[in-house]
């Protein structure tokens, strides 16, 4: 049997609220906090070691993913999502500017 677990951030505007939560078949768990003023979003391009375990071997992938940090309070930031290319990473960045009323600081080139 395996079960899916899910770590996200969720940003609600209207209520000016944030929250880290964990998602377990489907349910959300995470206390929601009180915005900090987030003063702009970066694309970073990382990679991310991934590891696979079967009943027979383990395997450990490395992959390139597109961070969307979301910067406050000078230096400190959350890590809002992880894509796959640079395209859906911009995308995202944009919808959190645009609803943030902030601005990317920086993207990649690639």
Request: hydrophobic share 35%; proline share 2%.
């Amino acid at each position: 049997m395996s079960i899916v677990s899910s770590d996200e951030y969720q940003i609600d505007t209207n209520k000016n609220i944030y929250r880290r939560y964990y998602s377990i078949l489907g349910f959300k768990y995470g206390e929601w906090k009180n915005c900090p003023k987030f003063e702009y979003v970066t694309i970073i391009k990382s990679k991310v070691r991934q590891r696979i375990n079967n009943e027979s071997a383990t395997v450990q992938l490395h992959r390139e993913r597109f961070l969307v940090n979301i910067f406050f309070d000078q230096n400190k930031h959350i890590t809002f999502s992880m894509e796959e290319n640079l395209k859906d990473a911009l995308q995202t960045a944009e919808i959190l500017c645009e609803n943030l009323k902030i601005k990317i600081l920086n993207t990649p080139k690639d």
